[in-house]
């Protein structure tokens, strides 16, 4: 099965690119920024990596990424993970970035997206992987912020496909950001949106409704309202499923009780990715491996997952039927 999923053409839907910053990069690009980290080996930093809840992860995510400062430290970040894209059989990926995350920080927007750019460029040129940029907003910001954010992406607009929305979901519902994913559409982006990882149905009802987006990032919890289910279903709404992360922030007990099963039963369009691979203990084929086992899943499911990932990918129909 292994092999079979390793051979396994695939796209991923749901990576934070600041979710993929190994420790080893990490430590080369501290020592290099000349920045001081809170740990002195690779092994303190994986013991460090034990989360109990999505807020637990977050702070010790945002805390990594504020190393990365020039061009170069996010052009190597990318680069590191088009690197395991071309081990795991992915031909297209679908890259989340927060730039508010660094813009707080005083590094510039172009900064962040010429280095990711730069990235995909030669991803494609050398291995032919094909990629989308996502500009996520931080939901436990104002939106406000968001709007500056929106504007800020402006210049670079035919370099990003979509905008999404992460970070601290309870608390910050997607009808905080009704208005700047209303803009952001009339500028000429796709929507997607977390909702439904720690939060509840409601969350994902605001998303597809109150925001309109046409995928939904995690979606576990619709499994708690049928109507809502059916709504989905209806729209042809994908969810991008995270396993490994569900089970590392204890969005799930044990990876045998994930909903995913349920999910295909029901006839809900799921695919399988990995959100932060760096935090939560591996890529693509991993969820794919672990998933697998704990599900018991057939080619057949396999299969599905994996054509879903291009079926509900934001590549034009050509390329989605070259790639099919
Ligand atoms: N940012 C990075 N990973 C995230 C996740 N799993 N949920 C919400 N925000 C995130
Ligand atoms: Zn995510």
Same mark, same amino acid.
């Given at each position: 099965? %292994?092999n079979?999923?390793a +051979?396994?053409? #695939? ?7 600041e979710? @993929? ?17 809170p740990?002195?080996?690779?092994? =303190? ?5 034990? !989360? ?5 992860f977050?702070?010790?995510?945002y805390a990594? *990424? ?24 992915i ?5 989340? !970035?927060?730039?508010? @995350?660094?813009? %707080?920080?005083?590094?510039? /927007?172009e ?6 750019h ?23 910001l ?13 210049? /670079? ?9 992460d970070?601290s ?12 994913? +209303? *803009?952001?559409a ?6 997607v ?9 409601e ?13 939904? &990032? ?17 729209? &042809?709404l ?9 089970? #590392? ?14 999910m295909? %039963? ?9 959100d &932060?691979?760096?935090y ?7 969820? /794919?491996?672990?998933?697998q =086992?704990?599900?018991?899943l057939?080619? =057949? =499911? ?6 879903n ?6 590549? &034009?129909? +050509? ?6």
């Open positions: 099965m %292994k079979f999923i +051979k396994l053409p #695939k796209a991923e839907l749901h990576l934070h690119i979710g @993929t910053f190994e420790p080893e990069l990490m430590f080369a690009i501290a020592k290099r920024n000349n920045i001081e980290i740990y002195k080996t690779i092994e =303190e930093v994986k013991t460090a990596y034990q !989360f109990s809840c999505l807020q637990d977050l702070d010790i995510y990594g *990424a504020g190393v990365l400062i020039t061009e170069l430290d996010f052009y190597d970040l990318t680069m590191a993970y088009f690197t395991k894209c071309k081990e795991d059989n031909l297209h990926a679908e890259i989340m !970035f927060d730039p508010q @995350t660094h813009t %707080k920080r005083g590094v510039s /927007f900064t962040v997206i010429n280095g990711i730069l990235a995909r460029e030669e991803a494609e040129s050398k291995w032919g992987i094909t990629s989308e940029l996502i500009m996520s907003y931080l939901r436990h104002s939106e406000e912020d968001a709007f500056e954010t929106l504007s800020q992406s402006l210049p /670079f607009k035919h370099l990003i496909k979509a905008v999404g929305l970070s979901e309870k608390g910050n519902p997607p009808s905080k950001f009704y208005k700047v994913f +209303k *803009a952001s009339e500028a000429g982006y796709v929507l949106a977390h909702a439904g990882e720690e939060g509840p149905a969350y994902v009802w605001e998303a597809i409704d109150g925001l309109q987006v046409m995928r939904i &990032d995690h979606g576990n919890n619709c499994l708690t309202d049928e109507i809502l289910v059916q709504e989905v279903i209806k729209r &042809d994908a969810l991008t499923v995270c396993p490994l992360s569900n089970l #590392k922030l204890q969005v799930v007990k044990e990876l045998d009780s994930h909903p995913l099963r349920e295909m %039963k029901r006839g809900i369009k799921a695919t399988v990715n990995s &932060d691979p760096a939560f203990g591996g890529y693509l084929n991993q969820n /794919f491996y672990a998933l =086992e704990a599900l018991d057939s080619k =057949e =499911e396999l299969v599905l997952l994996a054509k990932s291009f079926q509900h990918s934001l590549l &034009d129909e +050509k390329r989605k039927k070259e790639l099919l």
